[in-house]
């Protein structure tokens, strides 16, 4: 049976796919949508990309206290997970554009630590999706 790669080495024509070694390969190509290959296209929080952006109103307060979150930047065909020092606040889908806003409440535990300042963080699993920012329990 002929592999096709030969001992010479030789230039792969546009498209073609040369795979060597064993394993599981994952491969995900982004196109202009041009049908027939064409530039790669950046795709939300992709290295390069605008960055994504997380904004906490108020940004210090009481355990137990809301607290909006308001995000832009994001995947929108994929959930964001927010959560603050490993505590889940939230999983929801960002709009059209990658943004979304919703009111959280600070998780009681937390008034143990009056005066710390914790890290909320918005992340989408398996992406480079990821914003924080600070809030602090008074």
């Known amino acids: 049976v002929d592999s096709g790669l030969g001992t010479e080495p030789r230039v792969l024509a546009p498209g073609e796919l040369a795979l060597i070694g064993a394993g599981i390969w994952i491969f995900t190509a982004v196109t202009d949508g041009g049908g027939g290959g064409g530039q790669p296209q950046l795709g939300a929080c992709e ?12 940004t210090s307060g009481p355990a137990g206290s809301t607290v909006r979150i308001t995000g832009s930047g994001f995947d ?8 603050i020092q490993a505590n889940h606040l939230e999983t929801l889908q960002p709009d059209a554009n990658g943004r979304f806003a919703f009111d959280a409440s600070i998780p009681e535990e937390l008034g143990n630590f009056s005066g710390t300042t914790f890290e909320v963080i918005a992340s989408q699993p398996f992406t480079f999706c990821e914003a924080s920012a600070n809030f602090t329990v008074s």
């Open 47 to 58: 290295p390069g990309a605008a960055s994504t952006r997380l904004v906490l109103e108020p």
């Open 76 to 83: 929108p065909e994929r959930e964001v997970r927010i959560s």
